[in-house]
């Protein structure tokens, strides 16, 4: 049974870096089939997808956010861990931790979310 | 930037049938993935593939995928049904994009 959890703070303050971990169970992240990813959702907004890493190393980042983000993983603690960096009000957002599988990008989606964590960028 | 575009809103009333659309540029050259999300839930994927299901998901969704058009089919609709619905592909120059997102109001 697949499952994953993200931790992390619930506030920042404008131009922090937030940090968050998402901690999974039910599979290994060793692997070029497997990945865990970020997306994120602004309060009453759409979806968007942030940064995923695969078990090989593989690092795919979103186009618009790629300078701000980082993704990396712990494979013996079962942890991915991103970074985002010069955090806005904008950026104020639940953000999910995703599972997805298949070394081929285009198919499959994401097949497990986490519960989500709500971050807020207030002074 | 290769955009998604969903409806805002589409209503149905019980046992009817709902259909969500989602246009992009030639997206039946692409592989369709949908969405649930319920108030104050994480999304569940409910069609992969443009018309896979994952295990536990009801035969009375389905999807299709077409030219410019990929749908979400809910067939006899249940007030359970309600939520927001998104759209998702994977394409070469922006990775994952999402749709705006159809909210399903059951009547």
């Known amino acids: 049974q697949i499952t994953l959890k993200e931790s992390g703070p619930t506030v920042v303050k404008p131009t922090q870096t937030l940090t968050l971990t998402c901690t999974f169970s039910g599979f290994s992240l060793s692997t070029s089939e497997v990945a865990v990813g970020w997306v994120r959702q602004p309060p009453g907004k759409a979806l968007e997808w942030l940064a995923l890493i695969y078990g090989d190393d593989d690092k795919r980042h979103s186009p618009s956010l790629k300078s701000r983000l980082t993704i990396t993983k712990d494979t013996s603690k079962n942890q991915v861990v991103l970074t985002m960096t010069n955090m806005d009000p904008v950026d104020t957002a639940t953000y999910y931790c995703v599972h997805r599988h298949g070394s081929d990008y285009s198919l499959y989606g994401f097949d497990y979310w986490g519960q989500g964590t709500l971050v807020s960028v207030s002074s | 930037s290769y955009v998604l575009t969903q409806p805002p809103s589409v209503s149905v009333a019980p046992g009817q049938t709902a259909r969500i659309t989602c246009g992009g540029n030639n997206i039946g050259s692409k592989s369709v993935h949908w969405y649930q999300q319920k108030p104050g839930q994480a999304p569940v994927l409910v069609v992969y593939?443009?018309?896979d299901r994952p295990s536990g998901i009801p035969e009375r969704f389905s999807g299709s995928n077409s030219g410019n058009t990929a749908t979400l089919t809910i067939r006899r609709v249940e007030a359970g049904d309600e939520a927001d619905y998104y759209c998702q592909v994977w394409e070469t120059s922006n990775d994952w994009v999402f749709g705006g997102g159809t909210k399903l109001t059951v009547l």
């Open positions: 593939n443009d018309s």
